[in-house]
């Protein structure tokens, strides 16, 4: 009997250094999570959330500073961790002023997302935020032509690593495996893009693009 497994959604986390270039890194990391997950419908306000709240380590506790960005989901919530070694620096909601050009981050995310909050660990501190992520996505019955073309070149990427990626709606330990293949290609594809002279940026804005309208078309 077939049904419509929801795919996979591991917690993953990225260590960075807290300056202001990796915070657009950051947010297309996100995306891409997010979209491989089938939850394309809070990339925004997670894109918004990951800024401010890496924003606010890098003005409040410094550039440089050793960072960690942590996903996961909690039931049916997108759990959002930022991890810095600082405990005395703690994030506050503050009422910034019309023409104030800062203190406006976690009035952000107080805004975006449905609850968030502050825990204090032995050798560092975590500010989090959760998204309500509604309905899901789920896996089709039946493989595109674009699903098909996508899986034989996950099993291409992993053959010698990992079991192959029979179909779509595979056992979800292949799933999972496929997800990291997925990723690596992704980043593979952006290195070959600037070392050729392209926009790696613009041409993944016009993938993402192009994604969300093929999306839309199928679902409007």
């Not at 657009?24 to 995306?31: D, E, G, P, S």
């Not at 980043?187 to 693009?209: I, M, N, P, Y």
């Amino acid at each position: 009997m077939e049904t419509n497994a929801p795919m996979p959604r591991e917690p993953w986390n990225v260590p960075v250094v807290a300056e202001p270039e990796e915070v657009a890194a950051l947010r297309r990391i996100m995306r891409i999570h997010l979209g491989l997950w089938g939850m394309q419908h809070v990339t925004d306000a997670a894109q918004l959330c990951v800024s401010e709240l890496v924003s606010n380590v890098i003005t409040h506790v410094g550039v440089g500073t050793p960072t960690t960005l942590a996903v996961s989901m909690n039931g049916a919530y997108l759990r959002i961790e930022v991890h810095d070694p600082d405990t005395r620096a703690l994030p506050t909601l503050i009422q910034a002023g019309v023409d104030s050009e800062g203190g406006r981050g976690m009035a952000l995310v107080e805004a975006t997302a449905d609850r968030w909050g502050v825990e204090l660990r032995a050798d560092r501190k975590v500010t989090w935020c959760e998204l309500a992520t509604g309905p899901t996505s789920t896996i089709p019955k039946t493989p595109t032509p674009r699903l098909s073309r996508a899986a034989g070149l996950l099993d291409l990427y992993r053959a010698e690593s990992a079991p192959p990626v029979m179909s779509v709606g595979s056992h979800p330990l292949c799933a999972a495996v496929a997800e990291e293949a997925a990723i690596d290609i992704i980043a593979d594809l952006l290195h070959w893009l600037q070392a050729h002279g392209r926009d790696a940026d613009e041409v993944l804005d016009r993938a993402q693009t192009h994604f969300e309208a093929e999306i839309e078309a199928l679902h409007g």
